[in-house]
């Protein structure tokens, strides 16, 4: 875990990757090129590069004629206007229909940072777990967002990657096992487990290894796929005790929300949900904001101290 790398960038990288390797595929953008990192497949392949303008729901609208027609087609923008301003579309001309498009959302929840609270979403996973046959996806460091967009793209259906601006620690090696619709044990241990998904896995481990210098050993999972998630992995954590969710979106339909839906049914347990506590955000540096919402590795120990 020495390097650090945004997801962002990773998914830049194995765009251009991927797309020697797959002559179908499209990737499309709203202006926000050299943000989203999609500048980098432009530049390598300019004849499969479409730049839509400030017009998102025209991007998502287009994406779907093209995926239809049979290509693969990842786009891109800001998560809070494409969960946002394109939810309509996405949902009827997408998700409806089952278009081959990736979502994939950059510049999500509060370490946004500076650009402030219009721009801070923290309702995209809510939005888009909600639409039938999209599959959901949220990977914590550079190694498993260029896997898992390999998968998503292999994978027939649409799929909404979300994507951060902060760079986050390097947690999975080459050739780790990684497989959209399994969550990943990082560390196990006996006295309760963090499910966390996105930057909130580093803020996890961050925990665990705090609370173990207090003599108490918790277990971290990394749920990279929201939807469809790993419900044997949560039972498995469930039958060990507390669950405290981490995650970089509001506590209520997010991650949180969908342990709490397998849980309640399947092994009913102790939880509880760090998160954005059903509040805007606003301007300022990622770290401080992080500890005003309460989203750090120190407000994820307290919570499993609160459960034990």
């Not at 409806?96 to 509060?110: F, M, P």
């Not at 241990?189 to 108490?216: F, N, P, Q, W």
Request: proline content about 3%; charged content about 25%; glycine content about 10%.
């Amino acid at each position: 875990m020495a390097d650090k790398m945004a997801t962002r960038q990773a998914y830049g990288k194995a765009l251009v990757e991927i797309g020697k390797e797959n002559q179908n595929l499209i990737v499309m953008d709203a202006d926000l090129s050299k943000s989203t990192m999609t500048a980098e497949f432009a530049k390598a392949y300019p004849e499969r590069f479409f730049n839509m303008g400030i017009a998102e729901q025209d991007l998502y609208a287009a994406a779907c004629g093209l995926a239809l027609s049979g290509k693969v087609v990842c786009a891109s923008t800001f998560a809070m206007f494409a969960a946002g301003r394109a939810f309509e579309v996405i949902r009827n001309s997408i998700g409806y229909t089952g278009a081959n498009v990736k979502i994939c959302a950059t510049h999500a929840g509060i370490t946004v940072g500076e650009d402030g609270a219009s721009h801070q979403t923290f309702e995209d996973l809510a939005l888009m777990r909600t639409i039938p046959k999209m599959t959901v996806i949220n990977p914590c460091d550079g190694v498993s967002a260029a896997e898992l967009l390999r998968q998503a793209i292999s994978y027939e259906g649409p799929c909404y990657v979300r994507l951060g601006r902060a760079t986050v620690p390097v947690f999975y090696g080459k050739g780790a096992d990684i497989k959209l619709g399994r969550g990943n044990w990082l560390r196990r241990g006996e006295k309760a487990t963090v499910v966390a998904t996105g930057i909130m896995v580093s803020e996890a481990m961050a925990a665990a290894e705090a609370l173990a210098r207090e003599d108490i050993e918790i277990g971290v999972i990394d749920m990279h796929t929201i939807k469809p998630i790993d419900e044997e992995i949560l039972v498995e954590a469930a039958s060990i005790g507390p669950v405290v969710t981490a995650e970089e979106h509001s506590v209520i339909g997010g991650l949180g929300g969908a342990v709490a839906e397998v849980l309640s049914r399947k092994h009913p347990v102790k939880m509880a949900m760090v998160g954005q506590q059903d509040t805007f955000g606003e301007s300022g540096k990622p770290e401080d904001l992080k500890k005003k919402y309460k989203m750090t590795a120190e407000d994820i120990a307290e919570a499993v101290k609160t459960l034990i």
